[in-house]
């Protein structure tokens, strides 16, 4: 995929495009929805929760991690995964943002 030209979109809608391209991903949002109702999961909790391998969970673990909408701390030997809230509140802020800035112009039809 090409890379996006940042210097042509406000710094904004990079950051929105980027939070929505990692949420773009059912089993990322069900990390998310699962990582809302506890304070915190490891790995093999989520794999317990999600019909999905290890490794394709850690997968997407790294990806929430690798946008911010996670953070990971170390447990003795293991990691313990929690919800960003502060990232997560800016995703609904830009989403928000983008439909006040389109909704006044919505036809009062459909196209079709």
């Not at 990079?14 to 059912?26: G, M, N």
């Amino acid at each position: 995929m090409a890379k996006i030209q940042k210097d042509l979109f406000s710094k904004k809608d990079v950051e929105y495009a980027a939070l929505s391209k990692c949420l773009a991903h059912p089993a990322r949002l069900m990390i998310l929805d699962i990582l809302s109702k506890h304070k915190d999961r490891t790995c093999k909790e989520l794999v317990f929760d999600i019909p999905l391998s290890q490794s394709t969970v850690s997968k997407h673990l790294n990806d929430l991690l690798a946008i911010g909408l996670i953070c990971r701390k170390v447990s003795g030997a293991q990691s313990l995964y929690t919800l960003e809230w502060n990232k997560l509140t800016r995703f609904f802020e830009l989403t928000n943002r983008l439909s006040k800035g389109m909704m006044p112009h919505r036809p009062k039809r459909n196209c079709c």
